[in-house]
């Protein structure tokens, strides 16, 4: 029962996340449910990853919801550039 509750938080977490970086990010992204919550789950590591970089700590940590939206804003900005995703 506490897997089913950590996995939905994890889903709306990320898709939360993922709605603020495209709301951020100029122009259309395409993006379905699905991919919104991954592009905010993946976000969320990605900040981890740069907050261990600046403050140390555990390669693996929690980066909250402003680490976690800048990183989801990174990710959607390579895929842009990349021509993934029209602008």
Same mark, same amino acid.
Do not use: C, E, H
């Given at each position: 029962?506490?897997?089913?509750?950590?996995?939905?938080?994890?889903?709306?977490?990320?898709?939360?996340?993922? @709605? %603020?970086?495209?709301?951020?990010?100029? &122009?259309?992204?395409?993006?379905?449910?699905?991919?919104?919550? =991954?592009?905010?789950?993946?976000?969320?590591f990605i900040g981890g990853l740069i907050g261990f970089f600046i403050v140390g700590g555990s @390669? %693996?940590?929690?980066?909250?919801?402003? &680490?976690?939206?800048?990183?989801?804003?990174?990710?959607?900005? =390579?895929?842009?550039?990349?021509?993934?995703?029209?602008?």
């Amino acid at each position: 029962m506490d897997t089913m509750f950590w996995l939905i938080g994890w889903i709306v977490f990320g898709f939360v996340v993922g @709605l %603020i970086a495209r709301a951020l990010m100029p &122009g259309t992204q395409p993006l379905g449910f699905f991919r919104t919550m =991954l592009l905010g789950v993946a976000g969320s590591f990605i900040g981890g990853l740069i907050g261990f970089f600046i403050v140390g700590g555990s @390669l %693996i940590q929690s980066s909250g919801w402003i &680490g976690s939206i800048i990183g989801a804003v990174i990710l959607l900005a =390579l895929q842009i550039r990349r021509g993934r995703i029209a602008a």
